[in-house]
């Protein structure tokens, strides 16, 4: 597992020097995990795949709330109270799957132009329970005036 990681930021690392040949400084954001889990509520939690950027407590109240619709999975969150003057929020969901296993990778960049966060889906080999899961991974980097993409 640390090997993945480890060529993951390699690899994203590489990509992103492709990408801009004029940004060449890039810089590894720093980000706090909040979470990173599978919702378990068989889709009724009615979250769409997206990829969200919360930059204020009501926005972070709604998700919270929406997300604790079915199973209160907040309560193994690593923390709740965000600073949102010198802290950014970002959540990625994935789509709806038809068995266990499936996560979602983070890895978050910037240049002088951007914060890029590159979203990688990643399956684990073998056996799977069939349940339906929506992955998720949710974390918190510092306030920055740089816009946020993701890839």
């Known amino acids: 597992m640390k090997k993945d990681t480890l060529f993951f930021l390699l690899f994203t690392l590489f990509m992103a020097c492709d ?7 890039l810089t590894i954001i720093e980000s706090t995990l909040i979470s990173k889990d599978r919702l378990f509520g068989n889709g009724e939690e009615d ?3 997206q ?7 009501n926005n972070w109240n709604d998700l919270i709330t929406q997300m604790n619709s079915v199973n209160n999975v907040s309560d193994n969150f ?6 949102f003057s010198e802290y950014i929020v970002i959540a990625v969901f994935d789509e709806l799957k038809g068995n266990d296993g499936h996560s979602i990778e983070l890895s ?3 240049n002088s132009e951007n914060i890029i966060v590159s979203v990688t889906n990643s399956h684990n080999e073998g056996n799977a329970a069939t349940v339906i899961t929506q992955p ?8 920055s005036i740089l816009p946020i993409i993701f890839e």
Do not use: F, G
Request: no cysteine; hydrophobic share 40%; charged share 20%.
């Open 51 to 57: 990829n969200i950027v919360i930059t204020n407590q």
């Open 78 to 83: 690593s923390e709740i109270d965000i600073s």
């Open 47 to 49: 979250i769409a795949p």
């Open 136 to 143: 998720y991974h949710i974390v918190k980097i510092p306030t």
């Open 19 to 25: 990408l801009d040949d004029n940004n060449s400084e």
């Open 108 to 110: 978050i960049i910037s």
